[in-house]
């Protein structure tokens, strides 16, 4: 399995999971595991997802996403999962 | 493999809002194959010898880039020193011809820099060196992305007084934007993968990919969030932190070099700063506990802080190379710029610093018409302490035309703003006028 992390920040507003989660199905990224908060109106959204099955590649899902993220009014970033392996466990 | 919640969000913390990134991937060639008795011969011969390197260098790293989702601020190249490439020749001449070629390659592949216009004169001048230190100033004067050195002394062989007054005559020679891409140095690793001290050494195989890390905003988060920590406890929190700093790095290399299909060298574990906010070393001295960096107390925390990184860092990396220490350039920290223009930094103390960081005297913008012998002088003293303090050191002056000492002069991008500073209150330094070479010290004993 091939992962990465999909980070989402920003104003809180309707539709968030789903404009987010709709990028995700339509190129067939399976959603792992999804921690999500509130905090004073500001939207905090981690997930870990599985792109190993993805139509696309990671560059191409990022660039979707960020469009995403704009339109939604929210910071979006990607990240492959190596990055916390490397970082966060020997 | 599970991470909580807490595990990314610190990580994206460090990335969106530290500034953590890979300051830069250094691609390491030996360029030796390209050396030619005849200058009209060298220039079709090195471009072969670079080009297949070259067309891949920058889509590798971007390709990295884009796939973990990590910014790399530079891509840079190092060939072999190019004095050696001139042995044969022995022409001034062609050595400036060299640097235009290397210069037009990296822009044409999209290479930031291009390290090792050098040459290694700690114990005297051979032919080639001699070429190379004619070329130098109109070298560097003509060029816009290439980088070089001069290694004037070495605990192996003690300090060649000789090349480093001529060195002086090179810094003062050179117009500002090449004095920011050229350092007289002691001991200078084969794997630097920083400007200007970067080269091919003579120990490395063909190819190798060398990591230059960032990131001193992460190290200054986790020191103010400690306000009340003492210092045992500060430095075990400082050496978390470097260890995924450095982390990133390794696993970068690693990519970098799997894409090119050459062997991965090392992490050079230094953090290294550059003139933007929330991304400065001075900065964690300062939240460690100084009022501004230059204080006393500044030795003390610059010492903590590198001891960290360096355990931190070493456990990280496969293998750490470089300098790996700590870096304190004066113009490319805002901070260290900010504490330098405020006469909170002088030369002794930058001096004192030298003591237990890994730069030396880093971007500090001299008056253009300093007495020769007084910047020799300067040079000098640093090249004691490196060889004997048995270390890497460098010296790296910015001559600034019409400056005074308090002037601010703007290089802009990653150099930033030099401070110009007060080189000496004397300009005559008879010392100068002895030339030779000093012995080496007593720590070459030591090695046997």
Redesign the interface.
Known sequence: MEMA?V?V?GADRVGIVAGISNVLARHNVNIV?I?QTVVRDIFSM?M?VDISKADV???QL?KELEEEGRRLGV?V?????????????? | MKFEPGEIGEVLEMLLFRELDIRAVTLSVNTLPAARPRPGDLLPALEEVLEPYLKRLRPAVERVASRLGVRIVTVRLAVSPVSILLEPIGDGAAAVEVARHLDKLAEKYGVDMVGGFSAFVHMGASRGDKALMEALPEALNTTARVAGFLNTASTMTGINLDAVKKAAEIILAMRPHAAARFAVTANLPEDVPFMPGAYHGLGLPDAVVNIAVSGPGVIEAVVRNLPDADVRTLHDAIKRAAFKITRLGELVGREVAKELGVPFGAVDLSVAPSPKVGDSVAAILEAIGLPRVGAPGSVFALALFTDAVKKGGAVAASTIGGLSGAFIPVSEDAVMAKAAAEGALTLDTLKAMTAVCNTGIDMVGIPADASPEAVAALVADVMALAVHLDKPLGVRLVPVPGAKPGDVYDLGGLYGSVAVMDISRYSKIPLMARGGTSPPGVERLKKG
Do not use: C, E, P
């Open positions: 992390v980070a920040l595991d921690s981690i870990v590649d990671i560059s990022r910071m970033g990607v990240y492959h999962i190596d990055v916390f392996r490397y970082m966060q466990r020997i």
